[in-house]
């Protein structure tokens, strides 16, 4: 069966981008930035998955001081990842 079939078999209008792919792209970027001179300090990172993310989309990753995260998929203005912590060693 062709991946547009399953994509749209299970619910989606086209192909998404697997959660554990949007997952690192996310936890490296608030990483780096929230810890740009000691990469692997990272001890824990929690989030929710609040929507799909489609190959091709520009993804906007909003971090504060606290390590907590969101990330939005810029072309749709919808978020994809929220609540999400990550702790520094």
């Not at 929710?48 to 489609?54: I, K, N």
């Not at 993804?59 to 912590?85: H, P, T, Y």
Request: net charge positive; glycine share 8%; with cysteine.
């Amino acid at each position: 069966m062709p991946v547009r079939q399953v994509a749209q078999a299970a619910g989606f209008p086209r192909p998404i981008l697997h959660g554990f792919c949007t997952f690192g792209l996310v936890s490296h970027a608030v990483a780096r930035r929230l810890q740009p001179a000691a990469p692997g300090a990272v001890r824990s990172v929690s989030l929710r998955f609040s929507g799909p993310m489609y190959p091709g989309e520009t993804l906007s990753v909003e971090v504060w001081r606290d390590g907590s995260f969101r990330a939005k998929v810029v072309e749709r203005d919808a978020i994809v990842i929220d609540n999400g912590i990550l702790r520094i060693a």
